[in-house]
């Protein structure tokens, strides 16, 4: 035993005391105090040989899917193959809301609060509010996440918030009625839908000055996506311009030029939109026939329509483009569609009332 042979107990076995040794000389007791320092020296020898213990840190909540519910003032947070959904209380009117790319805090925009909410992803949890201009309606963090923007529709400007010291660093004037906003994957600019002022507004990153708005006038955008390359940017349009007259649609921007390079008729007013991670494809919400629409990005043309729930707002890809979330406004429920086969089944999860963005942790 590696106790009995620790310096510590040595001196108890070096000599034993024979008949003859006086009592005097005789240790005192030498099994009783064996007995009192073995359990003592164990511990000892335990605690030194034992490894120091380190608490497992949280794992970050990839594949959760956020979904701001406009009525309830909640957002439901689902996480992969759950059948229910977690809610956290926010501001009034949740509309835009975006997850920070480390996927730790999730950014919502609270329309009738003036503020903007922050999730931690780990605790589910409000930890900050933040309040920002009138009517906040869209959310975009940049590609480094360190500055979150917020279209405020009835301030006419877009807040910025440092997402370290969720201080508004920044509120920049950008045109009539701000609602969606893409900023780019290279992380140069951010592109505003003005749905009073019908065209675009542009901010280059980070200096946060604005450029000139395309030249061309369209109908009243309201959802925004940038390619993966940075190089187009789609809008979705009560009426786009096409030969045969103004019709309810998408349209793609060329960012170099500012040019219009092709208008895609929908079937229905479009609300939000959002590209593959390849560029190739483009799933487009069209709230009025309770459809998805997917869109060649190479001809601009439609090639499916997939129905979903009633009234879709909100769409968002994983991390693969396997499948397109749909949030649907009029039943509370969230549509996955298969990219892969344009075939959709709804999660067996309820959202809160009036379900309209929606964000994926990737």
Do not use: C
Not at 3 to 12: H, Q
Not at 121 to 147: E, I, K, L, N, Q
């Amino acid at each position: 035993m590696p106790a009995l042979t620790s310096p510590l107990l040595r001196p108890l076995h070096r000599r034993r005391p024979g008949p003859d040794t006086p009592a005097a000389a005789r240790p005192a007791a030498p099994r009783r105090m064996r007995r009192l320092l073995m359990p003592a020296l164990a511990l000892t020898l335990l605690g030194a040989a034992a490894p120091a213990s380190h608490a497992t840190a949280p794992q970050p909540p990839s594949g959760r899917i956020y979904v701001s519910n406009y009525t309830d003032n909640t957002v439901s947070v689902i996480s992969p193959g759950s059948t229910t959904a977690t809610a956290v209380s926010v501001g009034l009117g949740p509309q835009g809301i975006a997850v920070t790319p480390d996927t730790k805090r999730v950014f919502v925009a609270n329309y009738h609060s003036d503020t903007v909410s922050v999730i931690d992803t780990y605790s589910s949890t409000v930890t900050a509010t933040v309040r920002v201009g009138h009517h906040p309606w869209g959310v975009a963090v940049t590609p480094d996440g360190t500055r979150a923007y917020i279209t405020n529709s009835g301030a006419h400007n877009v807040s910025v918030i440092d997402t370290a010291s969720l201080a508004v660093t920044a509120t920049i004037p950008i045109g009539p009625g701000p609602l969606g906003i893409a900023i780019s994957p290279d992380g140069k600019r951010a592109y505003v839908a003005l749905g009073s002022h019908v065209t675009m507004g542009i901010i280059n990153l980070p200096s946060n000055t604005t450029a000139p708005s395309p030249s061309y006038v369209w109908g009243p955008p309201t959802g925004i996506a940038v390619s993966p390359d940075s190089k187009r940017a789609y809008v979705t349009t009560w009426a786009t311009h096409i030969p045969a007259g103004p019709a309810a649609g998408v349209q793609t921007m060329d960012t170099a030029t500012g040019l219009r390079t092709a208008s895609t008729v929908t079937d229905g007013v479009p609300v939000e939109i959002a590209v593959s991670p390849s560029g190739h494809r483009l799933y487009v919400t069209t709230q009025t026939t309770n459809k998805l629409t997917v869109i060649d990005t190479a001809t601009s043309t439609v090639i499916a329509t997939v129905p979903v729930g009633k009234a879709p707002v909100g769409v968002a890809l994983n991390s693969d483009g396997s499948l397109a979330y749909v949030t649907n406004s009029g039943d509370s429920t969230v549509t996955a569609v298969s990219t892969a086969t344009n075939t959709a089944a709804p999660l067996p999860v309820k959202t809160g009332a009036t379900p309209t963005r929606i964000t994926i942790a990737k």
